[in-house]
Nanobody, 115 residues
Framework: QVQLVESGGGLVQPGGSLRLSCAASGNIFSLNAMGWYRQTPGKERELVAAISRIGNTNYADSVKGRFTISRDSAKNTMYLQMNSLKPEDTAVYYC?????????WGQGTQVTVSS
């Protein structure tokens, strides 16, 4: 069973930065396209950034130019560098396989952007 553990969230002022980390059990990053999702109360979980097996990246329009997804397959870890944060980025962030998530989700990490 895949285990995913997100960390790095917190409270940050608008315009600030955070870097999220996703640690996974097993060698899933080199075998799957992976992504970062986020969810706010009452809304569906949305995919905001994805990285393919060969390292190509894609972003939702709402985060393009501000977020950067990367991974270190040797460490079984994926990252999301978030810059120029906005209040509307406030959400719980999760990592999972992009497009067709594993049925197992981590606990997520809360990001709150507020002054």
């Amino acid at each position: 069973q895949v285990q995913l553990v997100e960390s790095g969230g917190g409270l940050v002022q608008p315009g600030g930065s955070l870097r999220l980390s996703c640690a996974a059990s097993g060698n899933i990053f080199s075998l799957n396209a992976m992504g970062w999702y986020r969810q706010t109360p009452g809304k569906e979980r949305e995919l905001v950034a994805a990285i393919s097996r060969i390292g190509n990246t894609n972003y939702a329009d709402s985060v393009k130019g501000r977020f950067t997804i990367s991974r270190d397959s040797a460490k079984n870890t994926m990252y999301l560098q978030m810059n120029s944060l906005k209040p509307e980025d406030t959400a719980v962030y999760y990592c999972n396989r992009a497009g067709l998530p594993f049925p197992y989700w981590g606990q997520g990490t809360q990001v709150t952007v507020s002054s």
